[in-house]
């Protein structure tokens, strides 16, 4: 499989299962309504297992700009291939927001929220408050990157062979649980985007689909996880080379 076609199917199946455990659990009349964070973070950690082991092995399912940069910084991923990746994971963050609308279309309509309608498929703050908002994303895309460096770093040292997060069926097991953990102990303040494109892509289908009575798409708050999780890959590749000369 190509390798940007990879991204996309990936982050494409991620955004489906994480949206859509959203929107099971936040719009009206679905049989998972009010289900809960617990069922949120875990949607969303073992969507993160069923992509990385649908594109790890054909791209090294980075599925997250922040991760391709972080890599990229670290030494471990070319820059040439950065763009494409970040533009596959963008498409395909923007078409499993689609398919996680057109599944659950008569729920929207049946919503009243636009604000519950909006938080299927973007984050924002339970308390608006930017530079601990910028906060919070930066330190939880931080801990997922360190630990994802520690995990791979660790089979590499053991001579394994391995792309950065893409590590198999076994591999992606420590990723969902990390994931998972990062919603459970850090994600209560802001929905924990960890990830541009899980953000702003469905963000962008948000502001231009036809959801019934949708509201703003707030884009004020837009630019938080964006650049707090790009910022925060970064400085856990210098953090980690740092460590490790």
Do not use: C
Request: glycine share 14%.
């Amino acid at each position: 499989m190509n390798i940007y076609l990879a991204e996309f199917i990936g982050t494409a199946i991620l955004l489906l299962l994480g949206t859509g455990v959203v929107a099971n659990v936040v719009l009206s009349g679905t049989k998972g309504n009010n289900g809960g964070w617990i069922v949120i973070t875990t949607g969303w950690a073992l969507g993160v297992y069923v992509a990385v082991v649908v594109a790890g092995p054909h791209s090294g399912a980075h599925l997250n700009p922040a991760v391709t940069a972080a890599l990229a910084v670290k030494g471990d991923f070319d820059w040439a291939f950065v763009p494409g990746y970040m533009v596959a994971q963008m498409g395909g963050a923007f078409f499993g927001a689609f398919l996680t609308w057109l599944i659950h279309k008569d729920h929207f309509d049946q919503t009243e929220d636009p604000g519950l309608k909006l938080a299927v498929f973007s984050t924002g703050p339970a308390i608006r408050n930017l530079p601990v908002n910028f906060a919070a994303e930066f330190i939880g895309t931080f801990v997922l990157m360190f630990v994802i460096f520690s995990i791979t770093g660790a089979e590499l040292k053991n001579g394994e062979t391995s792309t950065p997060i893409g590590l198999g069926a076994i591999g992606a097991i420590p990723v969902a649980f990390l994931v998972w953990v990062i919603g459970l102990s850090l994600g209560g303040t802001t929905g924990y985007a960890i990830n541009p494109a899980r953000d702003l892509g469905p963000r962008l289908f948000h502001a231009i689909s036809p959801i019934k009575d949708k509201g703003s798409s707030d884009w004020d708050y837009a630019a938080i996880p964006i650049v707090a999780p790009l910022l925060g890959g970064i400085f856990a590749a210098l953090v980690y080379n740092w460590i490790n000369v």
